[in-house]
């Protein structure tokens, strides 16, 4: 099984910016689509952003679209997630997520097979 590894989260005040990134262990890296979810207390868990696994799509929930940037770093084995303008309503604990399939673009959450830790973001007004 794939381990994904976390790490960037943080506090930072409205407007500010935030950098996730989440180390994969598998060699295999480069052919699967990768992902983040993020949840709040109370609330289910939602899509934030996805990438293909050559890089060259990316997707994005509405509520982040212009503000979020996911990259890769497929060399690296490496997926990050670029947080700028940050809002008190993307508090979270921020997922990072694999696909289950390669070759595959996914962005629902049932078609990722591998996740991370979870790193808290908590973003004060």
Known sequence: QV?????????VQAGGSLR???AASTRTFSTYSMGYFRQAPGKERE??????WNGV?????????GRFTISRDNA???VYLQMNSLKPE???VYYCAGGGQ?????????NFASW????????SS
């Open 76 to 78: 690296k084995n490496t």
């Open 57 to 65: 799509g990316t997707y994005y929930a509405d509520s982040v679209k």
């Open 3 to 11: 381990q994904l590894v976390e790490s960037g989260g943080g506090q």
């Open 20 to 22: 996730l990134s989440c």
């Open 116 to 123: 991370g830790q979870g790193t808290q973001v908590t973003v």
């Open 102 to 110: 390669r070759y595959q673009v996914v962005t629902s959450l049932k």
């Open 47 to 52: 899509f934030v952003a996805a990438i293909s």
């Open 90 to 92: 993307d508090t979270a």
